[in-house]
């Protein structure tokens, strides 16, 4: 997540979006960068807006712009299939090791999915929750 305070303007980090690229090119000009931990860094729209736009609020901002990265959702599938496929992971319930795309895909589908296929939602993340809704 970055914020730049004059700009008035939040990039939240969508994970498996690229925000990492972005964040490296753009945290410089910053004013606050979280990078981790991942928690913190992917917080989505809803917990910002509970929790992080009041706080910045209370110490002199007005109301953030916010925005996020969406990836072609095939495209974002794919990147999220081979972070899981790591060596790293390999005899863990998150692997996709010995899993194929098409499984991998048609299990995050489903409504009680495999571990490997938990990846949440990147429309989940950027839905915008109001203050009547929570």
């Not at 996020?68 to 996709?96: C, E, H, M, Q």
């Not at 999915?113 to 809704?133: D, E, H, K, L, N």
Request: hydrophobic share 40%; charged share 20%.
């Amino acid at each position: 997540m970055l914020v730049f305070w004059k700009e008035n303007l939040v990039l939240l980090a969508v994970p498996k979006t690229g925000t990492t690229a972005i964040e490296k090119s753009l945290s410089p000009f910053a004013d606050i960068s979280i990078l981790n931990p991942p928690g913190l860094k992917h917080t989505p729209v809803a917990k910002f807006n509970r929790f992080v736009q009041p706080y910045l609020e209370s110490v002199g901002s007005n109301a953030m712009e916010t925005a996020g990265v969406i990836r072609n959702p095939l495209d974002w599938l794919g990147s999220w299939y081979r972070y899981r496929a790591r060596p790293f992971l390999d005899g863990k319930p998150n692997s996709t090791k010995d899993v194929s795309f098409d499984d991998f895909v048609l299990e995050v589908l489903k409504e009680d999915s495999a571990p490997f296929a938990r990846i949440g939602s990147q429309r989940r993340f950027c839905r915008i929750v109001t203050a009547m809704s929570l």
